[in-house]
């Protein structure tokens, strides 16, 4: 049976950063034209700004995930739109969380961990959910724990199993129909909440 071709486009919320990598695995795809590329294809490709392009790929660059090829720059294009890359190291449907120096993106990782956790947790509080999403490299506090529940409650993604009670925090559960994938519900900046395994908006305040 031959073998299917890898994913390279994760489903659900598509945020700059995947779309961007995304373009990258296509030019990179044994069906493309050619492995090369340009930060000016992947712009066209995504219909992002320069700057978002050109700042990702960099970052990737310094991780290791591309290789910059000046040789192949076309000489009557020296601006860095049209410099060269190559990917060397594809890692998945999932692009690489890098800054601009290629350095790990830590923002995040504690909803990422409050998801995991309470998804195998049977019934918790917003204590101990921060306690079981912690991890070396970030610790998720109480409060954070306390913000996150409250958008993943009106988004119906945990119900309330014990109310509090003076001296006692509020106890959760997980509901299970909620569960739509391993990506964590995103609070965006008008605390709407949107499924990132889905991309449907979960929900909105009025």
């Known amino acids: 049976m031959a073998r299917r071709p890898a994913r390279l486009e994760r489903a659900g919320a598509l945020t700059p950063r995947d779309r961007i990598w995304a373009a990258i695995r296509a030019f990179s795809h044994p069906t493309a034209s050619g492995a090369l ?11 992002l700004h320069a700057d978002t392009v050109r700042t990702y790929i960099q ?14 720059r076309p000489f009557d294009q020296p601006r860095r739109e049209f410099a060269q890359y190559r990917l060397v190291r594809d890692v998945g449907a999932d692009g690489p969380r890098v800054t601009a120096d290629g350095k790990p993106v830590t923002a995040g990782q504690g909803r990422e961990g409050m998801w995991q956790s309470l998804r195998v947790l049977r019934e918790f509080n917003a204590d101990e959910l921060a306690l079981a999403a912690s991890s070396a490299s970030h610790v998720v506090s109480t409060e954070e724990a306390v913000n996150y529940l409250y958008h993943l409650r009106k988004a119906g993604y945990v119900a309330e199993a014990v109310p509090a009670r003076p001296g006692t925090k509020a106890r959760y559960r997980f509901v299970r129909s909620r569960n739509t994938g391993p990506r964590a519900p995103i609070v965006g900046r008008d605390k709407s909440v949107m499924d990132a395994n889905t991309g449907e908006v ?4 009025a």
């Open 37 to 47: 590329f340009s930060p000016a294809e992947v712009m066209v490709m995504t219909a």
């Open 202 to 205: 979960a929900w909105q305040r």
């Open 59 to 72: 970052g990737l660059a310094a991780a290791g995930y591309l290789q910059r090829h000046e040789a192949h």
